[in-house]
């Protein structure tokens, strides 16, 4: 008897037609993504093995296998970079993003960067990535003129003199941070290190971006609780991996009703800072530190006809919200990130730690409760600690915890020190800094943890070349809280790392366990992927006091912290 492969009924016609309907669609939008990278490799520009159904996945898994299952894309590509040492190779990666193109190599990166095209432009993808963290456009995902207003707006934030007024605030953060340590010391626990820090991040974020004191140290708040719950749902329903989350009623209503309540919230904030505004702006207006929510409000006030409004009006609650939700973001983990590893490279290098104690005894004096106070009344003592700031730049080399992300052009062709020409139009440029600071054609001895490349003379051959560091990015698009992370950071290590000494526990979670962490450059708190890059498994850690005994020395005196 022949089998008949005409469906019997009307149902089974119309799932048959469904089918083929699904096919045709997602074949044509993956025939149109691709047309770019086609171009390319007609061109034989430099890629990995083409499928023409999987693109690069394949290869991409392929590379994978060797690499721990949760670490970090960076180390991805860094390990498919290494097929291509001349600085750049084209990736297909649909349907999980469009074609990119990936630089891995300073010089090259910096033509992106500083293209007057491509320097300032954002994919518009890069919208629909943040959408779940902003709830819109924002600063982080614009172009053109709506982004240079809000770039100019906000950017007296990260002026000098407003960071260096903002450290008192830091300062009072970092002493409950220092109880808190001082707390685990007694109980004599392991415990997660990450928790903690984020903690502290979040209660600065809350005094320098909303002028609120959240206090999430000791007790939670609504507010930083919605922010970070935003986070973690846009990091676990909006992965690709967990695609049939996305779609299920129960979670795109708690996705919904988060968001809503995060948003009343920071609107809230905004109407009680505009009337406490209205009813004593001479005051408001002399105070020598100025939230980035407050900054703001004087630019609203400054507008025509808008010194006598009662409240804010709809369109400026929408837009501040939005930027709010996106500086939280993008201030909260990579801080706090970078402020781990730090205590994690300064755990391994027992004689970096000694030098850096030194740094702080010359400096602060011997009295270690004494530092809070001190750099509350003379901040600029921060800008005293080159070794300390050589060790955060040489931690961000080896941990950086995000990439560059550029919209290719016709304009810009890419080209390496050999002459080739890698075309952008079509693609979205992704800058590796972990492969751009992981090149060993770059960076002598470039898996070495040596903060000395930061303070020799140029000619020494670890001088750093230039624009090869690239935490913050380079052009119109570098972070515009630079100065204002460094001088966190510095904060939180002078005021502990002499008291403290924290040292990981993986080995007791891996009990014996070999791990190959060849494609990690041997680190075991590798980065993984969690909006930016934190360490694995949160950092388990354990606690004690460091012992350590003061060198004499002269330093500026203040009162206690």
């Known amino acids: 008897m022949a089998l008949s492969i005409i469906p019997s009924s009307p149902a089974a016609s119309a799932s048959l037609a469904l089918a083929l309907l699904l096919v045709c669609y997602y074949g044509q939008k993956m025939w149109v993504a691709r047309a770019p990278i086609r171009r390319v490799r007609k061109l034989g520009k430099p890629m990995p093995p083409w499928n023409?159904?999987?693109?690069?996945?394949?290869?991409?898994?392929?590379?994978?296998?060797s690499l721990p299952p949760d670490s970090h894309s960076c180390y991805l590509l860094r390990k498919l970079s290494l097929d291509f040492p001349d600085g750049a190779f084209y990736l297909d990666v649909w349907p999980m993003q469009g074609p990119i193109i990936v630089l891995t190599e300073p010089g090259m990166s910096n033509q992106a960067?500083?293209?007057?095209?491509?320097?300032?432009?954002?994919?518009?993808?890069?919208?629909?990535?943040?959408?779940?963290?902003?709830?819109?456009?924002?600063?982080?995902?614009?172009n053109g003129k709506p982004w240079k207003y809000l770039h100019d707006l906000f950017s007296p934030a990260f002026s000098n003199t407003n960071i260096n007024a903002m450290v008192p605030v830091i300062a009072?953060?970092?002493?409950?941070?220092?109880?808190?340590?001082?707390?685990?010391?007694?109980?004599?626990?392991?415990?997660?290190?990450?928790?903690?820090?984020?903690?502290?991040?979040?209660?600065?974020?809350?005094?320098?971006?909303?002028?609120?004191?959240?206090?999430?140290?000791?007790?939670?708040?609504?507010?930083?609780?919605?922010?970070?719950?935003?986070?973690?749902?846009?990091?676990?329903?909006?992965?690709?991996?967990?695609?049939?989350?996305?779609?299920?009623?129960?979670?795109?209503?708690r996705r919904w009703n988060n968001s809503r309540i995060l948003d009343d919230g920071i609107k809230a904030q905004l109407q009680k800072r505009f009337r406490e505004y209205k009813a004593q702006k001479a005051t408001e207006e002399a105070k020598p530190f100025k939230a980035v929510i407050d900054i703001a409000l004087e630019d609203y006030l400054r507008q025509p006809g808008k010194t006598s409004a009662s409240t804010l009006d709809s369109e400026f609650l929408t837009m501040i919200t939005r930027n709010m939700r996106a500086?939280?973001?993008?201030?909260?983990?990579?801080?706090?990130?970078?402020?781990?590893?730090?205590?994690?490279?300064?755990?391994?290098?027992?004689?970096?730690?000694?030098?850096?104690?030194?740094?702080?005894?010359?400096?602060?004096?011997?009295?270690?409760?004494?530092?809070?106070?001190?750099?509350?009344?003379?901040?600029?003592?921060?800008?005293s600690l080159p070794y300390t700031q050589a060790v955060i730049k040489e931690t961000m080399r080896l941990f950086p915890v995000a990439n560059g992300l550029r919209l290719g052009s016709?304009?810009?062709?890419?080209?390496?020190?050999?002459?080739?020409?890698?075309?952008?139009?079509?693609?979205?440029?992704?800058?590796?800094?972990?492969?751009?600071q992981m090149n060993p054609k770059v960076w002598p001895r470039v898996e070495e943890f040596l903060p000395e490349r930061w303070l020799v003379e140029p000619g020494h051959e670890l001088y750093p070349p230039p624009r090869a560091w690239r935490p913050f990015e380079h052009g119109a698009r570098s972070c515009p809280g630079q100065q204002q992370v460094f001088t966190e950071i510095k904060a939180v290590l002078a005021c502990t790392v002499r008291e403290f000494d924290i040292q990981n526990c993986y080995a007791e979670l891996d009990k014996g366990k070999k791990l190959d962490l060849s494609g990690v450059?041997?680190?075991?708190?590798?980065?993984?992927?969690?909006?930016?890059a934190h360490p694995t498994g949160k950092y388990p850690c354990r606690i004690s006091l460091s012992g350590y005994v003061p060198t004499t020395g002269s330093a500026v005196k203040s009162k206690s912290g």
């Open 52 to 65: 023409p159904i999987f693109g690069h996945l394949l290869a991409a898994g392929k590379a994978a296998g």
């Open 113 to 142: 960067t500083s293209h007057p095209t491509v320097g300032s432009m954002k994919p518009a993808s890069l919208q629909d990535w943040f959408y779940p963290i902003t709830g819109g456009p924002s600063q982080s995902d614009l």
């Open 172 to 253: 009072d953060r970092i002493i409950t941070f220092r109880e808190i340590l001082r707390e685990k010391v007694k109980a004599g626990e392991r415990f997660l290190l990450e928790p903690l820090v984020l903690d502290l991040i979040t209660d600065v974020i809350g005094e320098t971006l909303f002028n609120m004191r959240l206090d999430v140290q000791r007790q939670p708040h609504y507010l930083a609780e919605a922010m970070r719950e935003q986070l973690r749902m846009k990091f676990s329903q909006y992965n690709p991996s967990n695609f049939i989350a996305f779609f299920n009623p129960r979670a795109m209503w």
């Open 327 to 383: 500086f939280f973001f993008v201030g909260y983990d990579s801080t706090a990130s970078t402020i781990i590893f730090c205590y994690y490279t300064l755990s391994q290098h027992p004689e970096v730690l000694a030098r850096m104690r030194a740094e702080l005894d010359a400096v602060f004096g011997p009295d270690f409760e004494s530092v809070t106070g001190q750099i509350s009344e003379s901040p600029q003592l921060l800008n």
């Open 410 to 436: 016709s304009e810009l062709e890419v080209v390496d020190e050999k002459g080739n020409r890698y075309p952008t139009d079509g693609f979205a440029v992704v800058i590796s800094h972990y492969a751009n």
């Open 521 to 532: 450059a041997g680190q075991r708190p590798y980065m993984i992927d969690a909006g930016a």
